[in-house]
């Protein structure tokens, strides 16, 4: 009795595979109609033509800006707080390649992609914030202020996103086969996590140094000769707290993708950890400025009210949670910690770059609703270039093994 040949699958088209995801073009395209791609879809089409008028109208068309207020929340929100965010690439890299905790190993690759994708949009927030921005590359090759703050986190700004490129592209090499590539950058990940933590450490910390050339224009609780201490200290602390938010929530959207033998929980108590004790010695740092300022008498004005309730609400209470959480093994407590910590970090960006900045003046900024629509459309496109990529290459699970 003969025996039929068995049947072979036909290899599938490289853009089937790869970014179709195996599915059929139809197939593809009825899963794209799903209620949070409805919302995404309206944010896009209203933000892109808003973004396009900016570019042709001009700013005084499309903002609240003015002489006396020439930033707002592009440079406030976009800027100041999507870089502190994006500081878990360089947070987790060095706990794993430099301290040798290979036990955070699984979220590695999502925190370098999320400080990717927050680098790449806050640069183009802060395009749309420049009324020049073709000139954006001059300082970079023509003219150098080295003595300029600017351009020190210009330069640095710049190098650091080639890096964290270079930290994620194994990743992409792998996805798309091509395996010496993907070698030759696995070796040098040493030499990258190095060159990210000073590149960090410097431009972080050169963030808040642009506020020391206002001391007249910020309000004096929040002015401090420490002001870069404190950006830097707050960008690991918004780091730790966003890979804790990432990672609960790419573990959870994304089931099909994560390697289900990592103990999730144990590596977020473990963060916990390390988040209170930073925040511990942020509270401290803050309150050493509040002394050093030698300005309480404004702590019973609004301002001041509004200072104390930042520094109590958005840093001491996370400080306790996150110790409580982890000395009760409370993931769940830590987890909705680290999302208002994330919150208490953007509330510090936006009072030193919006709410305490020139708080004297009769005009104050209020952001115009196509600022507000600006920033909600990066914000939101990031979300989705990070899904695509999720969904797509090896970010929640190593499928080879390294």
């Given at each position: 009795m003969s025996s039929r040949p068995a049947t072979l699958t036909a290899p599938q088209p490289w853009f089937t595979e790869k970014v179709l995801m195996g599915q059929p073009w139809a197939e593809y395209r009825r899963g794209l109609f799903t209620p949070f791609n409805a919302v995404a879809a309206f944010v896009l089409a209203i933000g892109i033509p808003i973004i396009v008028y900016r570019f042709a109208a001009g700013l005084g068309a499309t903002?609240?800006?003015?002489?006396?207020?020439?930033?707002?929340?592009?440079?406030?929100?976009?800027?100041?707080c999507g870089v502190a965010l994006a500081a878990g690439g360089y947070t987790l890299a060095t706990t794993v390649y430099i301290f040798g905790l290979d036990d955070y190993h699984?979220?590695?690759r999502p925190a370098v992609l999320t400080g990717f994708l927050g680098y790449v949009f806050a640069v183009l927030g802060l395009m749309c914030d420049l009324g020049r921005p073709w000139n954006l590359p001059i300082p970079m090759v023509?003219?150098?202020?080295?003595?300029?703050?600017?351009?020190?986190v210009g330069w640095c700004v710049m190098l650091y996103t080639i890096v964290l490129a270079l930290e994620f592209s194994p990743a992409l090499f792998q996805w798309l086969g091509w395996q010496t590539l993907r070698t030759y950058?696995?070796?040098?990940?040493?030499?990258?996590?190095?060159?990210?933590?000073m590149l960090s450490?410097?431009?972080?910390?050169?963030?808040?140094?642009?506020?020391?050339?206002?001391?007249?224009?910020?309000?004096?609780?929040?002015?401090?000769?420490?002001?870069?201490?404190?950006?830097?200290?707050?960008?690991?602390?918004?780091?730790?707290?966003?890979?804790?938010?990432?990672?609960?929530?790419?573990?959870?959207?994304?089931?099909?993708?994560?390697?289900?033998?990592?103990?999730?929980?144990?590596?977020?108590?473990?963060?916990?950890?390390?988040?209170?004790?930073i925040l511990f010695a942020y509270v401290f740092l803050r309150l050493q400025g509040l002394a050093d300022s030698g300005r309480t008498d404004l702590l019973a004005t609004p301002l001041g009210l509004w200072f104390i309730a930042e520094i109590v609400l958005f840093a001491a209470v996370p400080c306790l949670l996150f110790a409580h959480g982890a000395r009760t093994r409370n993931a769940t407590l830590v987890?909705?910690?680290?999302?208002?910590?994330?919150?208490?970090?953007?509330?510090?960006?936006?009072?030193?770059?919006?709410?305490?900045?020139n708080w004297e003046a009769?005009?104050?900024?209020?952001?115009?609703?196509?600022?507000?629509?600006?920033?909600?459309?990066?914000?939101?496109?990031?979300?989705?270039?990070?899904?695509?990529?999720?969904?797509?290459?090896?970010?929640?699970?190593?499928e080879s093994g390294h």
């Open positions: 903002t609240n800006l003015s002489q006396t207020n020439p930033w707002g929340i592009w440079i406030g929100f976009d800027m100041l699984p979220v590695v023509y003219s150098f202020g080295t003595t300029s703050v600017m351009f020190e950058l696995l070796r040098a990940t040493i030499g990258l996590t190095v060159a990210a933590v450490t410097l431009h972080q910390s050169s963030l808040g140094a642009l506020f020391l050339m206002a001391p007249t224009k910020l309000h004096p609780l929040w002015y401090s000769p420490f002001i870069p201490i404190f950006f830097f200290v707050s960008s690991i602390v918004a780091g730790l707290s966003m890979v804790i938010v990432e990672s609960s929530l790419s573990h959870r959207a994304f089931q099909s993708r994560v390697d289900h033998h990592v103990d999730m929980d144990k590596l977020v108590l473990g963060l916990a950890r390390a988040a209170s004790v987890r909705w910690t680290a999302g208002w910590s994330v919150l208490g970090i953007v509330v510090y960006r936006l009072n030193v770059s919006v709410v305490a900045y009769a005009e104050r900024y209020i952001p115009s609703w196509m600022e507000v629509w600006t920033s909600l459309t990066l914000v939101t496109t990031g979300i989705l270039v990070f899904r695509w990529i999720v969904n797509r290459m090896p970010v929640l699970r190593d």
